[in-house]
């Protein structure tokens, strides 16, 4: 008797009761459902097993674990800046901060994210500076280096990294890297097991259970943390491979955003890389042992912001609607990515039709093509509502930057998508401070020399094959 009909008539019926059940159960947005409803019906046997590995929710459970101590101490401070705000008697360094204190309410609130003013900043574009800096700021390590990268390639940069690792390890420098299991899945285990032997310590966020089979794939750590003897951290959105440094034949120069900070700030990176390793690792950090007195005479006011699918509100997208809404005379955006929901859309087309200035810069080149074509689909929008669309030439534009009245400005991991507001787990810097602000709006202006503008008019001459790309991708992109 032939089987093969009857199980395919399981599966079918799988799919009908899992159709019921994003439906019904899992009360997603309404484009998601629908999204997932076309795999369902027009891939109904793949498009089952792709649900199970892609489109299962993530548990709400607690995935980041504190003492009760250091947890009371931090609900205590962050109680004090609520007050504090709440009775108009927050203390500012700059006046410029004061019309920025419901932002910053919003993400002590609901984020618990303490707002430092005693911070520097050096911003860096390019990947050989960053990376240089950097690795000089390890060699100089006494204590600690913690590093945390979506992505770590063994690649020249890689070795040059592991080398100098490997070396302050055997100096009884405390070291410790942690990356994502997906991201990262291409890194060879000889290159972890040189560093472990040297004495420092390597663990991945999420690890497959099975070889290459992960079904919590679809769920990043897309954070990018550098926190060296809790003096000095990094935050931005350069990964750890040769492409950062521009040696990509794809994809050539390679433009991103990130930041070294001193300050208070480096205390908030810390606790966050802590949160991390602790999910990741055996061996817990205690808090208490891995925070320093800030050595900073800066006055750059910070919050760092973290987001993932474990948190009930999308924090870092809610940071952005509001600076979006606060905008009186631009709105300065950069990012690899542009998906957003409709409530961040909303956001962008009311400041434009209010005469914001709103400029969105995106890459010419995708390394993404279903997301690259989602964006293209979205910037029309944009386009219709006023706003100015630039597309940048030099190479690939990775920064995740967004830049508001060069007053306010936030700096991370999170592209304008919605994997990175719903699925990754994602940290943001979030800076009050006039003077970086607008150093970083300098850069935007500097990077228009390298774009092109994409006008209203040649949106519209766009050819049939590349609108149904665009109407393909836009479908899906709920899911991506």
């Avoid at 039709?353 to 279903?370: A, C, E, Q, T, Y």
Wanted: net charge neutral.
């Amino acid at each position: 008797m032939n089987i093969i009909p009857y199980i395919l008539s399981i599966i079918l019926g799988l799919n009908v009761l899992l159709a019921l059940a994003i439906i019904f159960l899992e009360r997603r947005d309404a484009s998601a459902t629908w999204a997932w409803l076309m795999v369902l019906l027009f891939i109904p046997i793949a498009g089952f097993l792709l649900y199970l590995i892609f489109g299962r929710r993530l548990s709400k459970k607690e995935i980041f674990t504190w003492d009760k101590k250091s947890r009371l101490g931090l609900l205590t401070l962050v109680q004090e800046q609520l007050k504090s705000i709440e009775n108009r008697t927050l203390e500012v360094r700059h006046k410029d901060i004061i019309p920025y204190e419901d932002l910053i309410y919003m993400h002590l609130k609901n984020n618990d994210a303490l707002l430092s003013q005693d911070n520097e900043v050096e911003v860096y574009t390019d990947g050989q500076k960053k990376f240089h800096a950097l690795i000089e700021d390890i060699e100089k390590a006494t204590d600690h280096v913690h590093l945390l990268y979506y992505i770590f390639r063994d690649d020249n940069l890689g070795e040059r990294l592991a080398e100098v690792l490997i070396r302050k390890a055997k100096e009884n420098v405390d070291v410790k890297i942690l990356y994502d299991d997906m991201g990262s899945r291409l890194l060879s285990k000889a290159y972890i097991r040189k560093i472990k032997e040297a004495g420092g310590e390597v663990e991945s966020f999420f690890p497959s259970l099975i070889p290459k089979v992960n079904l919590k794939i679809n769920y990043r750590n897309h954070r990018k943390l550098a926190i060296i003897d809790g003096k000095i951290g990094y935050i931005g959105g350069f990964n750890i491979g040769d492409e950062y440094l521009g040696f990509s034949r794809r994809f050539g120069y390679w433009r991103d955003t990130h930041l070294r900070v001193r300050g208070g700030a480096v205390h908030h990176m810390q606790t966050r890389f802590i949160l991390d390793w602790n999910h990741a690792s055996r061996r817990d950090i205690s808090y208490e042992e891995r925070y320093y007195q800030a050595e900073s005479k800066g006055d750059v006011g910070m919050q760092i912001v973290s987001s993932g699918p474990d948190s009930e509100w999308e924090q870092i997208k809610n940071g952005y609607i509001k600076m979006i809404m606060s905008a009186k005379e631009s709105v300065y955006i950069q990012t690899p990515y542009f998906i957003p929901d409709d409530s961040l859309l909303d956001a962008l087309r009311i400041a434009a039709l209010s005469g914001v200035d709103v400029r969105l810069m995106i890459p010419n080149k995708p390394d993404h093509p279903f997301v690259y074509w989602a964006t293209f689909s979205n910037v029309g929008d944009l386009l219709a509502a006023g706003a100015k669309i630039y597309v940048y030439q030099k190479g690939f534009l990775h920064a995740k930057t967004i830049v508001v009245d060069e007053k306010i400005a936030s700096v991370g991991t999170a592209n304008i998508d919605v994997r990175s507001f719903k699925l990754n787990f994602e940290v943001n810097a979030f800076l009050y401070h006039p003077d970086t602000a607008k150093e970083l709006a300098d850069r935007f202006h500097e990077d228009l020399v390298e774009s092109t503008e994409l006008t209203y008019k040649l949106y519209q001459s766009r050819t049939t094959w590349i609108r149904f790309k665009e109407s393909i991708s836009r479908l899906l992109s709920p899911i991506l």
